[in-house]
Protein backbone atom coordinates (compact mmCIF):
# COMPACT_ATOMS: atom_id res chain seq x y z
CA UNK A 1 0.00 0.00 0.00
CA UNK A 2 1.29 3.87 -0.60
CA UNK A 3 -0.17 6.70 0.78
CA UNK A 4 -1.37 9.04 -2.00
CA UNK A 5 -2.73 11.77 -0.49
CA UNK A 6 -5.01 13.89 1.79
CA UNK A 7 -7.98 15.82 0.82
CA UNK A 8 -9.16 18.90 2.02
CA UNK A 9 -12.24 21.39 0.46
CA UNK A 10 -11.02 25.24 0.23
CA UNK A 11 -13.40 27.63 0.15
CA UNK A 12 -11.35 30.21 -2.02
CA UNK A 13 -9.03 28.62 -3.83
CA UNK A 14 -6.35 31.78 -4.88
CA UNK A 15 -5.63 32.44 -0.84
CA UNK A 16 -5.60 28.67 -0.39
CA UNK A 17 -2.61 28.81 -2.90
CA UNK A 18 -1.18 31.54 -2.13
CA UNK A 19 -0.56 30.17 1.41
CA UNK A 20 0.28 26.27 0.32
CA UNK A 21 2.57 27.43 -2.73
CA UNK A 22 3.74 31.39 -1.89
CA UNK A 23 4.01 31.06 1.72
CA UNK A 24 4.56 26.99 2.46
CA UNK A 25 6.49 26.17 -0.52
CA UNK A 26 4.57 23.08 -1.95
CA UNK A 27 4.56 22.86 -5.60
CA UNK A 28 1.32 22.37 -7.98
CA UNK A 29 1.77 19.03 -9.28
CA UNK A 30 -1.50 18.65 -11.51
CA UNK A 31 -5.19 20.46 -12.11
CA UNK A 32 -7.87 19.08 -12.92
CA UNK A 33 -11.54 20.85 -14.04
CA UNK A 34 -14.71 19.22 -13.84
CA UNK A 35 -17.30 21.69 -15.08
CA UNK A 36 -19.77 18.88 -15.02
CA UNK A 37 -19.47 18.58 -11.67
CA UNK A 38 -19.26 22.41 -10.67
CA UNK A 39 -15.34 21.66 -9.19
CA UNK A 40 -12.06 21.79 -9.22
CA UNK A 41 -9.45 19.76 -8.22
CA UNK A 42 -5.42 20.63 -7.08
CA UNK A 43 -2.89 18.69 -6.17
CA UNK A 44 0.44 20.01 -4.22
CA UNK A 45 3.43 18.66 -2.90
CA UNK A 46 6.23 19.19 -1.01
CA UNK A 47 8.60 16.96 -3.57
CA UNK A 48 7.28 15.92 -7.23
CA UNK A 49 6.97 12.33 -6.22
CA UNK A 50 5.96 12.62 -2.79
CA UNK A 51 2.49 12.00 -0.80
CA UNK A 52 -0.24 15.16 -2.08
CA UNK A 53 -2.49 17.71 -0.74
CA UNK A 54 -5.29 17.52 -3.15
CA UNK A 55 -7.36 21.06 -2.72
CA UNK A 56 -11.16 20.31 -3.66
CA UNK A 57 -12.37 23.79 -4.98
CA UNK A 58 -16.58 23.72 -4.90
CA UNK A 59 -17.42 26.30 -7.23
CA UNK A 60 -20.98 26.86 -5.98
CA UNK A 61 -19.99 27.16 -2.32
CA UNK A 62 -21.42 29.93 -0.78
CA UNK A 63 -19.45 30.24 2.85
CA UNK A 64 -16.75 28.68 4.14
CA UNK A 65 -16.44 25.69 5.41
CA UNK A 66 -17.30 24.30 9.13
CA UNK A 67 -14.18 22.47 10.89
CA UNK A 68 -14.43 18.71 9.92
CA UNK A 69 -16.98 19.17 6.64
CA UNK A 70 -13.54 20.75 5.41
CA UNK A 71 -11.09 17.36 5.58
CA UNK A 72 -12.14 15.24 3.28
CA UNK A 73 -10.17 11.91 3.11
CA UNK A 74 -6.80 10.17 3.19
CA UNK A 75 -6.09 8.01 0.18
CA UNK A 76 -3.60 4.74 -0.41
CA UNK A 77 -2.84 3.47 -3.51
CA UNK A 78 -3.57 -0.67 -3.46
CA UNK A 79 -2.55 -3.54 -5.88
CA UNK A 80 -5.76 -5.27 -5.65
CA UNK A 81 -8.97 -3.29 -4.72
CA UNK A 82 -10.83 -6.63 -4.86
CA UNK A 83 -8.42 -7.61 -2.58
CA UNK A 84 -7.65 -5.35 -0.13
CA UNK A 85 -11.60 -5.28 -0.18
CA UNK A 86 -12.02 -8.12 0.38
CA UNK A 87 -9.52 -8.76 3.59
CA UNK A 88 -10.85 -5.35 5.52
CA UNK A 89 -14.32 -7.00 5.66
CA UNK A 90 -12.76 -10.16 6.53
CA UNK A 91 -11.21 -8.29 9.43
CA UNK A 92 -14.94 -6.66 10.45
CA UNK A 93 -14.65 -3.24 8.43
CA UNK A 94 -17.61 -2.31 6.46
CA UNK A 95 -16.68 -1.26 3.02
CA UNK A 96 -18.73 1.84 2.44
CA UNK A 97 -18.58 2.69 -1.04
CA UNK A 98 -17.59 -0.62 -2.69
CA UNK A 99 -15.32 -0.74 -5.64
CA UNK A 100 -18.14 -1.16 -8.47
CA UNK A 101 -15.98 0.57 -10.97
CA UNK A 102 -12.84 -1.32 -10.11
CA UNK A 103 -11.36 1.84 -8.94
CA UNK A 104 -12.31 2.95 -6.10
CA UNK A 105 -13.90 2.24 -2.76
CA UNK A 106 -14.26 4.45 0.66
CA UNK A 107 -13.66 3.00 4.58
CA UNK A 108 -14.10 4.72 7.92
CA UNK A 109 -11.35 4.81 10.78
CA UNK A 110 -13.10 4.53 14.05
CA UNK A 111 -13.23 8.19 14.62
CA UNK A 112 -14.80 8.90 11.26
CA UNK A 113 -12.18 9.70 9.54
CA UNK A 114 -12.90 8.69 5.73
CA UNK A 115 -10.35 6.39 3.93
CA UNK A 116 -9.88 5.89 -0.15
CA UNK A 117 -8.64 3.02 -1.31
CA UNK A 118 -7.61 3.37 -5.02
CA UNK A 119 -6.78 0.64 -7.77
CA UNK A 120 -2.75 1.00 -8.96
CA UNK A 121 -2.94 1.82 -12.67
CA UNK A 122 -6.00 0.86 -14.55
CA UNK A 123 -9.22 0.20 -13.20
CA UNK A 124 -10.04 -3.61 -13.02
CA UNK A 125 -12.71 -5.33 -14.60
CA UNK A 126 -16.20 -5.21 -12.64
CA UNK A 127 -16.42 -8.07 -10.82
CA UNK A 128 -19.57 -9.63 -8.20
CA UNK A 129 -20.04 -9.26 -5.63
CA UNK A 130 -18.94 -5.56 -5.50
CA UNK A 131 -20.33 -4.37 -8.80
CA UNK A 132 -24.18 -4.81 -7.25
CA UNK A 133 -23.15 -4.20 -3.59
CA UNK A 134 -25.16 -1.14 -2.19
CA UNK A 135 -23.22 1.86 -1.02
CA UNK A 136 -23.67 2.16 2.88
CA UNK A 137 -23.68 6.00 4.72
CA UNK A 138 -21.05 8.64 4.13
CA UNK A 139 -17.78 8.49 3.34
Given at each position: MKFLHTMIRVY???????????QLGLIETRRKEVPAG????????????GPEIEL???WDQTEPY???RNFGHLAFEVDDIYQTCQQLQEKGVTIL????DGHMAFIRSPDQ???????????LPAQ????SMPNHGEW
Open positions: DLQKSLHFFVNRFTLVFLAAQKDTYNTIGRPPKISVELLQKGESQPWA
